[in-house]
């Protein structure tokens, strides 16, 4: 793993609900050695990546993230858009949301945001990637693409992730060709035991970028009428940011 690639594991391990971290924190996330873990952090806090907590044991995203986060912002980048409806829906639904991003056959979390439920679920950022074609978040994304571009980028065969996976090529294509009919993608038992997921793609055509929202949920919890309603809010939330990709 690059020095860059290492730093950029380390700022997803912060979040809204996770401002600070030690270093025997982002040591156990990454699965690094403390001492190089160690050494990052102070090279990233001495270019301004990261800051000291305020306790003096950890540390917190520094200043220069704010400013790039002003630019990003002020751009109306399709990220800050995508993070924004998921913290909606996050709040109106009580679920965990996240904005993924694809990097090769994977897709990488980018933003979470923690329901109020109490009991949350799904991937947590930190490094963690999904195989694309055993994903919610994934097969949106796969979505936007020819089956023959999906078949060439997964190198002519599925990942098998999973049980709940797709367990073939024309399985994953027929997936795809739903999620093409109906807006969205779904999942479940995917991102582990009683887990469920939905999943749309939003593309700004001015950047050729392409993300995934998601939203997670224990299924045992949510009553059909509730799936219903989280699933027509995700796509009209998706509606919102393709027709609007310039305006807050």
């Known amino acids: 793993m690059s020095s860059l690639e290492s730093a950029v594991g380390v700022l997803r391990c912060f979040s809204t609900s996770r401002t600070e971290l030690t270093v025997t924190e982002v040591a156990h996330m990454l699965s690094l050695p403390k001492s190089n873990v160690s050494r990052l952090l102070r090279s990233m806090r001495q270019v301004g990546l990261l800051d000291s907590a305020r306790d003096g044991r950890g540390y917190s995203p520094g200043v220069m993230l704010l400013g790039f986060g002003e630019v990003a912002s002020a751009g109306h980048s399709l990220g800050m858009r995508a993070h924004s409806a998921v913290v909606d829906l996050s ?75 797709p367990a073939t090529l024309q399985d994953l294509f027929e997936r795809l060709a739903q999620v093409r009919e109906r807006g969205y993608a779904e999942s479940r038992n995917e991102a582990g035991r009683g887990v469920g997921a939905i999943a749309v793609a939003v593309s700004d055509e001015r950047t050729a970028e392409t993300l995934s929202l998601c939203i997670t949920f224990p299924e045992s919890t949510v009553e059909p009428a509730e799936l219903q309603s989280l699933t027509e809010a995700l796509l009209e939330a998706r509606s919102d940011i393709m027709r609007n990709p310039y305006e807050r």
């Open 91 to 165: 709040e109106r639904y009580g679920h965990a949301g996240f904005v993924s991003a694809r990097v090769g056959p994977y897709m990488i979390g980018l933003t979470h945001h923690a329901g109020r439920n109490p009991l949350q679920v799904g991937v947590f950022l930190g490094g963690q990637r999904l195989h694309i074609d055993a994903c919610a978040t994934g097969r949106a994304w796969l979505a936007t693409m020819s089956d023959e571009a999906v078949r060439e980028l997964l190198g002519g065969d599925v990942s098998r992730a999973t049980p709940q996976s």
